[in-house]
């Protein structure tokens, strides 16, 4: 099963929630720091409590490349605990003038592995299309983020009306040639995702924010039901992996996952 078909599977299953493991070591339950891996022992547990329930796992890249060799050992041994059981997204942004592109794309792909990856497209096609030519392999594209932020520059008006993020998703959907561009949509633009939706709902939707960023899982859920979509993922990270940090952190992480799951299942 390529990467594709890992995401398709969890679509059909019904499986719409990405378990972002953003693993800080402190914040991690006190226990784990006997170990000799700590951060890897802490991915352990939620990955086997939550894998069959998650619809994939997003591994933020900073949080693993700020501890150096040792973080990156703690997420080489992550990937391999999933061993392919469940959909992978690399959440690094990257994104760079075309032949750095391509370095990029071979690290997430050929030597990590993951089933896809997150990209900034302000550089342009060239630094977009280093990923979408591994065909078989999603890559997620930044269209209208959850922070803040998003106000200073993806929300300009441009010459003609439209916002910056208007015409990175219009850029978007004629780059999708291999039917494996997805877009970032955050989860706080709940208006902006309506209002362009028509524009956007022949990708694959990567939704961040819910939880503790603030964006409504339930109203998200309650669309994407009315207009018969299902091709997306909603992460959720803090409020997953957080949710209770005694010895019965991984059952309280399912708990929380399946509350989340509960949520969609009603629309």
Not at 33 to 41: A, G, N, R, S, W
Not at 175 to 196: R, S, Y
Not at 203 to 208: A, K, N, S
Request: aromatic share 12%.
């Amino acid at each position: 099963m390529n990467s594709i078909e890992k995401l398709l599977s969890a679509y059909e299953q019904k499986r719409h929630i990405c378990v972002g493991l953003d693993t800080d070591i402190e914040l991690i339950p006190k226990h784990l720091l006997e170990f000799d891996d700590p951060v890897y022992e802490f991915n352990k547990e939620i990955i086997n409590a939550t894998i069959n329930s998650a619809g994939a796992y997003k591994f933020n890249l900073a949080f693993y490349e700020s501890n150096g060799i040792k973080g990156i050992t703690s997420l080489l041994k992550s990937l391999e605990f999933i061993d392919g059981r469940a959909f992978t997204i690399g959440d690094g942004k990257r994104g760079d003038i075309g032949n750095t592109s391509s370095m990029y794309a071979k690290s997430m792909f050929d030597y990590f592995n993951f089933d896809s990856t997150t990209v900034n497209p302000l550089m342009g096609f060239d630094s977009v299309n280093p990923f979408l030519e591994y065909s078989s392999k999603i890559t997620y594209v930044l269209g209208l983020t959850s922070n803040s932020g998003a106000q200073d520059f993806e929300k300009l008006i441009l010459v003609g009306g439209k916002k910056l993020f208007q015409k990175i998703i219009e850029k978007l959907t004629e780059w999708n040639k291999n039917k494996n561009l997805g877009i970032v949509f955050g989860a706080t633009q709940l208006n902006e995702l309506i209002e362009n939706f028509e524009q956007i709902k022949n990708t694959h939707l990567l939704i961040p924010g819910v939880g503790s960023q603030g964006g409504s899982l339930e109203e998200i859920a309650e669309f994407f039901s009315k207009n018969n979509f299902n091709s997306f993922l909603i992460n959720a990270s803090r409020s997953i992996i957080y949710k209770d940090k005694s010895i019965s952190f991984a059952a309280g992480a399912l708990e929380e996952l399946n509350n989340l799951n509960l949520t969609l299942d009603k629309n």
